[in-house]
């Protein structure tokens, strides 16, 4: 990989498992849409031929020696780009659902608005995305719930279409979900006072395969990021009230 | 009740004597083996001695002897798989560091690899 030698540097990463019949195309379509950005595909212990495939369409890929699930793959690719220095990083899945040609929108607003986090929201805009009744409903509930945490709307906490900025990237490789990321992954960043914000994009139905949510882990969904939230929410407040204490008793 | 106690001193042995060969061959750490022969030493002393099981009996106030031994082994089982679920977390999170490290790593030694080769 060619390490990053603009001030602007932005890297693409694209979290894959069993993703052979997609990978190629996501991959060719950034390079189409976004010339001279590097693509670092994460693999995340897959069964088929995603590396070879994601390779000959000119990405970088790192394979992860075991099955560590989305967060821990996404996490690889954060503390990469990190390491390499790396001052923006937008993540796309590798199911072809992103549009690549809404990555350079979602670049633009990361450097222009200087804040940590731009979403690449569904629910922005009138641009026609279609979403199931109950993941509909899901989405609803959340908003409802992270309002008043966020202090501000949240149009598509479930986005896994999300660009970063450095400062981000350093909390992210300490600290980040595991599991169904998106959501806490917003309220790490808020308890933090960082800022985010939400670009309308386009999402596609999906091409390959099929969606492994059922009922049953949809309620799983619901109440492990309540509880998840619900702990962001005490630790910082904790943490915040101490260092206030402290700061108190020091000055 | 002293067919209750019976069977509890009888499953208290099988358990420490499971542990005690699991810690010789190795499938379980010494560490993690302490908490358990303490579970089974407890529950086997308390079976046995039934003044010091009706000692305890009055200190909760509980009705009965066999409730009191029930509850202990409840209470004594349910910290443990509190105690094992924090040591398995920790785990976890050390694993898919390590995971992490090794792959950027593995990474790293590619990239230089390639690099070298091109040169050459």
Known sequence: ?251 | MDRLLNVTTGLSVILLVMVLISVRRAHIRVEYSVSWLLAAGVMLILSRARPLLDAVRNLVGLPDSPLTLFLLAAGVFLIMFFRFSVIISHLRDDNIALAQRVAILEYHLRDRRNHENQEA
Do not use: W
């Not at chain 1, 994601?54 to 780009?81: F, M, S, T, W």
């Not at chain 1, 279409?161 to 490789?173: E, P, W």
């Not at chain 1, 949809?218 to 910082?236: A, E, I, M, Q």
């Open chain 1, 1 to 251: 990989m060619i390490p990053p030698s603009t001030p602007d540097s932005l890297l693409i990463i694209v979290p894959a498992l069993n993703e052979e019949a997609a990978i190629g195309g996501v991959v060719r379509e950034i390079h189409q849409h976004v010339p001279g950005v590097p693509v670092l595909v994460i693999d995340d212990c897959s069964s088929d031929n995603t590396i070879q495939v994601a390779r000959q369409a000119g990405a970088d890929v790192l394979p992860l020696p075991h099955h560590l699930g989305l967060g821990g793959c996404v996490q690889a690719g954060y503390k990469l780009a990190y390491e390499l220095g790396f001052q923006f990083v937008i993540r796309v899945d590798g199911d072809g659902q992103h549009d690549a040609r809404d990555i350079p929108r979602v670049f633009e607003r990361l450097k222009s608005t200087g804040c940590e986090m731009v979403i690449g929201s569904r629910f922005v805009g009138d641009i026609g995305s279609r979403t199931g009744a109950v993941r509909s409903l899901g989405i609803r509930f959340f908003r409802l719930v992270l309002r008043p945490v966020l202090g501000k709307e949240v149009h598509d906490p479930t986005s896994g279409f999300v660009g970063v900025n450095r400062l981000a990237l350093n909390v992210f490789r300490n600290s980040f979900p595991l599991e169904y990321l998106e959501i806490e992954a917003l309220v790490v960043l808020q308890r933090r006072r960082f800022r985010f914000e939400e670009v309308s994009c386009k999402m596609r139905p999906r091409t390959t395969g099929r969606s492994t949510i059922t009922a049953l882990k949809s309620l799983y969904y619901v109440v492990h990021v309540l509880l998840g939230v619900f702990v962001n929410v005490l630790k910082f407040d904790r943490r915040f009230h101490r260092a206030k204490r402290e700061s108190g008793a020091g000055g």
